[in-house]
């Protein structure tokens, strides 16, 4: 006997689909640009952010591209590391190598 699983309607399935609509709303020069500020910030184009905020939907904090670039350049050396420690060929931890990767990272944080 099968039984069916009902999912929970999530509150984002209503904003998905063709965005054809539109609205427009006045603003300060002022307030457009603190959205446009704080959009960015999220890492969001503003639209996306006012949608999101306006809805009540989850406004996730993007990493910057520097970051992602880091983490990434990061995550292949260890993973590189790795490697090579499971093939039985990394007798020691190359302190230089680590001490690049944390330096890397610890600048990209800043």
């Given at each position: 006997?099968?039984?069916?699983k009902k ?5 984002e ?36 952010f ?9 406004l996730?904090?993007?990493l ?12 292949k ?34």
């Amino acid at each position: 006997m099968e039984v069916e699983k009902k999912s929970q309607p999530k509150q984002e399935k209503a904003t998905k689909g063709k965005k054809t609509a539109v609205l427009a709303l006045r603003l300060t020069p002022e307030d457009k640009a603190l959205m446009q500020a704080k959009a960015k910030e999220a890492g969001h184009n503003t639209n996306e952010f006012i949608r999101r905020a306006a809805l009540g939907l989850e406004l996730k904090q993007m990493l910057p591209v520097e970051l992602k670039q880091a983490v990434s350049a990061a995550s292949k050396n260890l993973n590189q590391l790795t490697r090579l420690a499971h093939m039985g060929r990394l007798n020691g931890v190359d302190e230089d190598t680590l001490g690049a990767i944390i330096q890397a990272l610890n600048q990209a944080l800043r």
